[in-house]
């Protein structure tokens, strides 16, 4: 029972309580004052009445008149005139009158009206006595509409007491669900923090669980530091902040293997032409500040381009890495720029700048094959003179396909319900089936290829066509869930979730199987939860309440954002595949990915692994604290 009822009844209960005993005191009292009232009037108007007869003849017409015209006014029970020797001389009687009183009330509260008497003379004779009783119907009346005010007095001031007690209750109630709301979002995983209210009682809970929120916030970003640190010193370049060449070649190596990924683009390299001679004329530390330079300026370049990725193989050689990007003109010329202003300056020396090599690739090509190509084209750019630029000739394929040509692609493929999900099972580390994970196929034309999600999400995302590729992915996702899969599991880009209109449409669309939304497993890249972080934090907070289970995908390089999930109230992290590969035999990402697991734990997310290509790889992952893996280590029953 709520409180507001609880409050209710008891002011209920107390106001009939009160309003009986009130009742009954003050019936008791008012019936014996309208009795002694009654009583004193009859006294005075038998004696007015004796009085007036006294002084008349005593003709028994004329006392017979004057008695009846006093009785004839309504206003006496009886009259009655008595002989000296007790025989009643004239006797006038009405029924008792109870008026418009119930006549419950007048039982329960009877009035007893005392006769009054006075002598009657005849000179110096007694010629009789005067018994008078008057009419108690308006006493009755006058107790009634007495009781009635009375109740509805009572009435009025329970209702008052009501309404005050539940506005005393809210302001009592408020601070009581805010420390019910935060108990409640701990237990979701949201760490949140509440104003302290005045309520002595709650203040100390409140300031308890505060100070325990903010105790945790600390943990976490203490150990978030550390880990993000172990990340660091595992995956980049100590001196310039970009990935170091093992990290890099992981995420190569995911570019042209992972079937989302996107199917082509360029590698582009950078040699410095004379490091050593810089270490020796102009000291380390000048070294190290070109160093820097010409990794800022790839930083910058890769920051510009989704998915890119700028690396330091070693000492003087470079990487960057352009998915989507068949021309990477741009960057090279930047990056030739940015030698010639460090000429400018004094720091490298004008006939030894450096060198660049660029080419294309393909998804399914071979790391190898690739970078033996770009060696190739390297060496070619070394034995030019000046800062050259050499294309690597690899022999891909080019798709030169106009916006307006994707974008009748992409709605026909929408109109025509051309899209279909696959299945890729996720398993957990006992092998039991955790989801299915299943990414959108998208056909090109009637009885054409399927494209991946990375042949064209990229244009989709440029029309700002993703939302309606999102919503199909979330009705076939619930149309095999409604079919019998165990769960399902569907991504979300970054520009989708930003739309307010496409969140509204798929709470409807969710709200309407909400009955199916416990399976529905919804997930957002990391790039596009974390540039888009209020309106993701909208999304998880429209969809909690329906069951569904909320994560990040592709999760781990921008780790040090992960303090900003504690309040989320996530459910699972998918890490990238590139922190995965080759796991079994690179203890810097062994160490960072233990302590990832064990944050990810604490604040109870599920961790999943993407992209394992090995059973090396898949039997290293439960020492790591894993829970799950995806990839081609794990058997797949079939697909769609």
């Not at 030698?339 to 080419?359: F, M, P, V, Y």
């Not at 294309?391 to 493929?413: F, P, V």
């Amino acid at each position: 029972m709520s409180l507001f009822r609880q409050l209710w009844l008891a002011v209920i209960a107390s106001t009939v309580i009160a309003f009986a005993g009130s009742f009954v005191v003050s019936m008791l009292t008012a019936r014996h004052y309208l009795e002694q009232q009654l009583a004193i009037k009859n006294n005075d108007n038998a004696a007015s009445l004796a009085l007036s007869m006294s002084q008349l003849d005593k003709d028994p017409v004329t006392i017979e008149l004057q008695l009846a015209a006093v009785f004839d006014s309504g206003q006496y029970a009886l009259i009655r005139l008595v002989a000296p020797d007790g025989k009643p001389m004239i006797e006038k009687t009405s029924p008792p009158l109870a008026g418009e009183v119930p006549a419950w009330f007048v039982s329960v509260f009877p009035i007893a009206s005392q006769p009054g008497q006075a002598q009657v003379s005849s000179g110096w004779n007694q010629f009789g006595s005067i018994e008078l009783v008057s009419q108690s119907r308006f006493a009755y009346r006058e107790l009634w509409e007495g009781g009635i005010r009375m109740l509805l007095w009572f009435l009025l001031g329970g209702l008052i007491m009501g309404l005050l007690g539940m506005q005393l209750l809210r302001r009592i109630k408020r601070p009581l669900d805010a420390v019910v709301g935060q108990a409640q979002a701990i237990s979701e995983r949201r760490f949140i923090s509440i104003p302290v209210p005045a309520t002595p009682e709650l203040k100390s809970v409140a300031s308890a669980m505060n100070a325990m929120v903010v105790r945790l916030k600390a943990i976490f970003a203490e150990e978030a530091g550390r880990l993000e640190q172990l990340r660091r010193e595992a995956t980049l370049d100590s001196l310039t902040g970009l990935a170091n060449r093992a990290f890099f070649l992981n995420q190569l190596e995911a570019a042209l293997d992972d079937d989302d990924a996107i199917p082509s683009g360029s590698l582009l390299m950078l040699r410095l032409a004379d490091l050593a001679g810089i270490n020796k004329r102009a000291g380390r530390e000048t070294a190290d500040e070109v160093l820097r330079r010409i990794g800022g300026e790839l930083a910058e370049i890769a920051d510009h381009h989704q998915g890119a990725a700028a690396a330091r193989l070693n000492g003087a050689d470079f990487a960057l890495l352009l998915p989507g990007i068949q021309n990477p003109a741009a960057a090279a010329e930047q990056l030739q720029q940015l030698l010639r202003e460090l000429c400018s300056a004094g720091l490298i020396d004008g006939e030894r700048l450096g060198h660049l090599a660029s080419g294309s690739y393909e998804h399914g090509q071979g790391v190898g094959n690739l970078l033996s190509h770009i060696d190739a084209a390297l060496a070619a750019a070394e034995n030019e003179s000046g800062l050259a630029w050499c294309r690597a000739e690899i022999g891909c394929e080019q798709h030169a396909t106009s916006n307006a040509d994707w974008k009748k692609l992409l709605e026909g493929a929408i109109d025509m319900h051309r899209l279909r999900l696959i299945e890729f099972p996720v398993a957990g580390t006992s092998g039991q089936l955790l989801h299915l994970e299943c990414p959108l196929r998208l056909q090109a034309s009637e009885n054409g290829e399927w494209l991946t999600a990375g042949s064209f999400m990229p244009m989709a995302s440029r029309l700002s066509m993703t939302t309606e590729l999102d919503l199909a992915a979330a009705r076939l996702a619930l149309e095999r869930i409604a079919g019998g899969a165990a769960a399902v599991a569907v991504n979300f880009s970054g520009e989708s979730i930003r739309s307010t209109d496409f969140r509204n449409r798929l709470h409807t669309l969710i709200a309407a199987r909400k009955d199916l939304a416990p399976q529905l497993w919804l997930e957002v890249s990391e790039i596009g939860a974390f540039q888009h972080f209020a309106e993701f934090q909208a999304f998880c907070n429209a969809l909690r309440p329906f069951g569904c289970r909320l994560g990040i995908e592709h999760f781990g390089r921008q780790f040090s954002e992960i303090g900003r999930l504690h309040d989320i109230g996530l459910d699972y992290l998918k890490v990238d595949g590139s922190f995965i590969r080759a796991i079994n035999t690179q203890t810097g990402n062994q160490a960072f990915l233990k302590g990832l697991c064990s944050i990810a734990h604490n604040i109870g997310l599920t961790v999943i692994a993407e992209a394992v290509q090995t059973a090396e790889e898949l039997a290293m992952l439960p020492q790591l604290g894993f829970d799950g893996a995806t990839g081609p280590a794990i058997p797949r029953n079939g697909s769609a």
